[in-house]
């Protein structure tokens, strides 16, 4: 077995240790350790990722040697290496793109404890990508959970309490009916691995019950939905995001969703099968729920009055596009919406790490009166939030565009008339409504300010103002490649789901 | 119907427990309250499990006679599962506590409705 095989688990175990050796270390050395940590992690997922290209085949580590049925089992191919990768690299700008901002919200005292959660979410990230067991899913799946309420309300102030509440209070509901879904789902088969039990699930659909393999099913995937923001669970983004300090930001809206999502697609494509999923009434559910969620996130974006609320609600409609995709059904539409999950984590880390800084130069607000001209005063985080919202309009050579026209592409090969009438109309209402808001808000922030804004209040130590421009940079280099060189990706994923299920 | 209830009563009951939670966490507008209804909601989960593993007439899979024959013991992953299971619940509750201690310090109360009221009165924007 070549030593390859270890690195998934390896991964997982590093960032559990790493997350408990933190809570020892000064908040300056936690900070260097995770950097050091997580460029390993990269290097890791990117050999698994060669390896797996190579080989053309997705490989299985049976932990502790116990053969399928039982036992507990990772397994790793193009797709999940290749999510590993890029979100691992998204996490790692948010990091260091973050870290002015952490100093200025976060304790000093406090910082190294900030790290020790940062490494519990990356196990439980890592995890989630990795694992072909049910339960192990949602252990870690309440590790996520609580790692993120951590980095919400790392920077105390009454919003975060209130949001971490609301955001828990939301996402222990979605975490019970997840439960029950998956013990319902083992009850029905008798399996917790993944491939197993969905050999037991067409049985089950062979002999006709139906029924309560649907139910179970609903249960898991309203749970996730409500857990990553589904339409019409996303009312508590705003505040959640909007609040919390900007590496947390990038975390919770780039990752941690991300997770669920792939995590609920695992579930779909390998635990039940994609042909039985296709057949079920939930698929058109979620392609109607993606749909509506694509346009109402982005009404409730352009209704909402400051910078941070209105980024943080065209999350709600980016995260319909992938479930949109996930509701079509078709090959494309799945390659399509895990394209999506990687262009809007690259997309939208660059905007939070980017509007806490046209803030702090807009005298610490996210008002729309105030951030006028803001882009002026910080030209650097100008450029960076100009280049996300034309990504997330949908202007050709960036991210946001490829995965549009995957959408479309995807949607026009299904052949059904009602459902490509559905998602161009709905393609083409987001894009507008996009339009109307991130331009605006581009407009606003170069306008000229009706009085001389105020500047800089704090001093900026260059090491964080070039931490900053290198992490925006990589993200903004990730977000052309995803738009120029969008058939890499694309085929990657072809290559990984070919080998998924 | 009433009959195939009877018959898995435990299964009913605990279907009947995780409603309650559930509506307790949706409803309930006192925090601890709500960390109750979660905490009843999880019961319901594992009182599901330990039922689904259980077969009438056998012994805890611990082999005590040197007897390794499988039809004698009950399933053992169920109870694994909730274990698991209740480790993750308690600590969750944990954290939730710990969260409504911070709020009652900010907001004096833990009456969600209030706390909502007081952060629109004053509302900080960044």
Redesign the interface.
Known sequence: MEFVRNFPLLTIILSLVSSVLCTLLSGRAAKRYTVILETLLILMAGAVLAYTIRSGTSFTYVMGEFPAPWGNEIRAGVLEALMAVMLLTVLLCGVQGGWRFLELDVEQSKHNLYFSLVNLFTAALMALIWTNDI?TG??FL?IM??AS??LI?ARE???T??A??RY??LN??G???F??GV??L??LTGH?LMVPMAGAVSELVEEGAQMPLTFSLAMITIGLGIKSGMFPFYFWMPDTY??STATSAVILSSLVSKAYIFLLFKILFRAIGAEVYVALPIRAILLLLGVLGMAAGSVSAIRSG?L?RMVAYSSAAQIGYIFMGLGLGTEAGFTAALFQILAHAVTKSLLFLTTPRL?LVSG????FQRIQGSGRRAKDAGVFFTVAALSMVGIPVFAGFSAKLLFAVAAVETGRPWVILAVMAALGVSSVLNVLYFIRTVIRIYAKPQDAGPEEPYPVPKELRRQYRVSAAVLTGLNLFLGLFSWVTANLIRQGLSMFG | MIEALLANYEEAVAVIL?VI??SM??FQRN?IR?IIG?NI??T??FL??AS?GYIAGRKAPIIADGAADASRYINP??AG?VL??IV?SV??TA??LS??V??YR??HTLN?DE??QM?RD?Q???
């Open positions: 339960f949602y252990v309440e959970t609580l309420c951590g309300v102030i009454g919003r309490t209130l971490a509440v828990m209070i222990l509901l975490s019970g009916l439960l029950l013990v319902m083992y009850n917790l909007g609040a400051s941070n803030s610490d607000s996210m008002l | 995780f939670g559930l966490l949706l925090l709500k979660m909601m999880d319901g989960c599901f499990l689904m992953v169920p599962l698991t299971g993750v600590s969750v954290v939730m969260l409504s911070r709020l900010r907001y969600l706390v909502y952060a004053h900080e924007d960044r």
